[in-house]
């Protein structure tokens, strides 16, 4: 039978996914999709992976949501945007979702299913100390190239501010120093 | 005598536990739980305000309040009379849900935060693996409420502060959470108790405490000054200034709700400062063996209110930080820096006398006084020589000595 936490937490999931959809204003959107986004973290909980599920917390809610809020007032001003995003491309929506659909479906069929008994969830306990020990010794590569890779676009974000600012700057030509602005500090 | 009185709380629980019917157990235990860590912490509440205006007056050379009750004792009783009565304002084009939910949005999540950390021995609502990674992760709902609360209001005020806030959080947040992994690596462990645990044995007369490292001094200043800035406290207080922006996300706030904001403010410092303790000060464990006999919660709260004590008087003594500065400071010093103890608590780990083992066990074992001192010095060089480069770097060219007024003298 279903468990009544995860019709709770399924309810939540599909009711933000859905109101992200279909609310008029944007903001309201973003925040919906932040609902389904803690929905999904409170499921990796309910199946007993805390570390994921507080990791998803922490990146989704703390970070992915404030980042797409700030995206749409820096975009569309304070007013949030007008129409829902219900109007042009139906169809390639349609065949996009679709297409999803099946490769999730797909994957969900073809996996391994626990047989129907064995409802007793693992152990967590070592569940962290195993996630930071795979970490550090048999994927210590792909987390090596994923902080490269991240150190690389936060100095490519950091060359693309400082490209639009710096001719601004009065403390970068050679010899106006911040002497000439008794207000600023010139950092 | 010390052990009962130490675990007095904990076998009062258990008894009350114990009366009452096998299948309601679990959810006693969790409700009284609850219900004494919401009890505390709004005690806790209730005195700090009262202690802040009172020290604050102090530093101000006034008298604070002193009307209701002795010494103005009962002033919080009054605040809270008075935000309960007063008219809920709600501006007309403001949006009416999220404009309710924000102060919801923030009380939960501190509270939820505090369920983590351990005010005694066997005193902790939840003991979790990844109790600090839970920490963070229901922290970071704050920064949500605060968007909600600048945003809904309809006021230039309000979104000008909450942008102020929501960049200033995340910004903090890193180095926050950078300055907590040190500990985090040299415990081994993402669970408060067993951080706290570690802590708590003794070498000789002092405390093992993380703080008494030098990569844990430094961990803990970064911190603080961390925690403060995501507490949106002075010198931090640019989101919520006066002077500039009424009163940043919550200038439409009035009455219960903007009494929430409060109680959300101070509970989230203190989950802040119960974390600082737990991860640097020892948690509830005394500062000496001799003094082992005194209850752990009663360490745990003196230290909590020595924290906010030092709180209030840094707001009462610093100015207020200007937004290039807060986040020049933020990226070009606290960050680097908070980089820098996590190398070197990797170089106290290594140069422990038992690299191999998990440093709870590799502890106990006597140390040579030379590899003792070569280890102190190569981890606080570590840390003190980026200091002293960043400070020089980041001061260069500027007048930082004390200003001269051309007209004033």
């Known amino acids: 039978m279903m468990h009544p936490a995860f019709l709770i937490i399924a309810l939540l999931i599909v009711a933000g996914a859905t109101a992200a959809m279909r609310l008029r204003n944007l903001i309201h959107c973003a925040l919906a999709l932040t609902c389904a986004l803690g929905g999904v973290g409170l499921l990796y909980l309910l199946l007993g992976a805390q570390f994921v599920g507080f990791a998803q917390f922490l990146v989704y809610i703390g970070a992915v949501s404030i980042l797409i809020v700030f995206a749409i007032l820096l975009t569309h001003g304070m007013d ?94 050679p010899g106006g120093k911040a002497a000439t602005q008794p207000g600023r500090d010139g950092q | 005598m010390a052990e009962t009185l130490d675990q007095l709380f904990v076998l009062a629980k258990h008894a009350l536990v114990d009366s009452t019917p096998a299948a309601w157990r ?89 369920a983590v950390v351990p005010v005694g021995r066997n005193m902790v609502a939840v003991d979790l693996d990844a109790g600090i990674l839970f920490f963070f992760a229901v922290g970071a709902a704050t920064e949500l409420s605060v968007f909600m609360a600048g945003w809904s209001s309809r006021n230039k005020y309000s979104v000008l ?16 959470i ?44 970064l911190f603080l000054i961390a925690g403060t800035a995501e507490a949106n406290r002075c010198p931090f207080d640019l989101p919520e200034g006066e002077s500039e922006i009424i009163a940043g996300y919550y200038t439409e706030y009035s009455g219960f709700k903007f009494a929430l904001f409060f109680l959300g403010e101070y509970i989230g410092l203190f989950a802040m400062s119960g974390l600082a303790i737990t991860l640097f000060l020892g948690g509830w464990s005394a500062p000496l063996a001799a003094l082992a006999f005194i209850p752990g919660y009663v360490w745990f709260f003196g230290k909590l209110l020595a924290l906010i004590f030092l709180f209030i008087w840094v707001r009462g003594t610093l100015p207020r930080l200007r937004m290039d500065q807060l986040m020049n400071f933020a990226w070009k010093f606290m960050l680097p820096m908070s980089l820098m103890t996590i190398l070197s608590a990797g170089a106290w780990h290594l140069m422990s006398p038992t690299p191999g083992v998990p440093l709870s066990s590799a502890e106990a074992v006597t140390h040579s006084a030379g590899g003792t001192i070569a280890r102190w010095l190569v981890c606080g060089f570590l840390v003190a020589a980026p200091y002293i480069l960043l400070g020089r770097y980041l001061t260069e060219g500027r007048n930082v000595g004390p200003r001269t007024y051309r007209y004033a003298d």
């Open chain 2, 178 to 221: 950078l300055s907590a992994l040190p500990v985090v690596m040299i415990t081994g462990s993402l669970s408060t108790v067993q951080i706290v645990e570690r802590q708590a044995v003794f070498t000789g007369l002092l405390p093992s405490w993380n703080v008494l490292t030098p990569w844990g001094l430094a961990a803990f200043l």
């Open chain 1, 80 to 173: 949030g945007g007008g129409d829902t995003l219900f109007s042009r491309g139906r169809a390639l929506g349609w065949g996009l979702s679709l297409v999803v659909f099946a490769v999730l479906g797909g994957a969900v069929m073809s996996s391994r299913m626990l047989p129907e008994g064995s409802t007793e969830p693992l152990a967590s306990t070592p569940a962290v100390r195993q996630i930071g020990d795979l970490l550090m010794t048999r994927y210590i590569l792909p987390l090596e190239i994923m902080g490269l890779l991240l150190t690389a676009a936060l100095i490519g974000a950091v060359l693309l501010a400082m490209k639009s600012g710096a001719s601004a700057m009065p403390h970068t030509q």
């Open chain 2, 161 to 176: 502060g909450a942008m102020r806030a929501v960049s200033q959080m995340i910004s903090y947040e890193i180095p926050l």
């Open chain 2, 26 to 114: 679990p959810w006693v235990s969790s409700i009284l739980s609850i219900a004494a860590m919401i009890m505390a912490f709004a005690t806790l509440f209730a005195l700090t305000t009262i202690l802040e205006r009172k020290g604050l007056g102090r530093i101000q050379n006034r008298l604070g309040p002193n009307r209701v009750g002795p010494f103005g004792l009962l002033q919080p009783l009054a605040d809270g009379v008075k935000s309960l009565t007063k008219e809920d304002l709600v501006p007309r084009s403001a949006d009416r849900v999220l404009h309710f939910l924000a102060p919801l949005v923030l009380v939960i999540p501190v509270f939820l935060a505090l």
